[in-house]
């Protein structure tokens, strides 16, 4: 059975480094640059009540990266401890992730 593991770290050097060090293990994933909330609400209430939706997009600060990894389920808890011991248990590099049951997956991954 096949895992889905969600990672969502603080983007700094650190970060950096653990996606190189996971690639190099052999993990591959993807990778997006995404925006907590904390950083967009503040911005949104600068806004009109009537915010467009590419007024929403356009310019949201950075600082968070998504990592998504499929992975054989009995592989799951090695990864984690990885990130665990990297982000100093997302004390060095604050974070979290969350894994979900893949029942039906295609492709190579």
């Known amino acids: 059975m096949k895992t889905?593991?969600?990672v969502i770290l603080d983007h700094v050097g650190a970060t950096e480094e653990l996606l190189q060090k996971l690639s190099k293990e052999g993990y591959n994933g993807t990778v997006i640059s995404t925006t907590g909330?904390?950083?967009v609400l503040p911005k949104l209430e600068d806004q009109s009540v009537s915010v467009s939706l590419s007024t929403?997009?356009?310019g949201l600060p950075s600082g968070n990266l998504t990592l998504f990894i499929i992975i054989d389920?009995?592989?799951l808890e090695l990864l984690k401890?990885?990130?665990r011991e990297a982000t100093g248990?997302?004390?060095l590099i604050q974070g979290g992730m969350f894994?979900?049951?893949l029942l039906?997956?295609?492709?190579?991954?």
């Open 56 to 58: 929403i997009v356009d």
């Open 104 to 109: 039906d997956v295609e492709g190579n991954f």
């Open 73 to 75: 389920s009995d592989k």
């Open 37 to 39: 909330m904390h950083h």
């Open 4 to 6: 889905l593991l969600f």
């Open 89 to 91: 248990e997302f004390k």
């Open 99 to 101: 894994s979900l049951p």
């Open 81 to 83: 401890a990885e990130i």
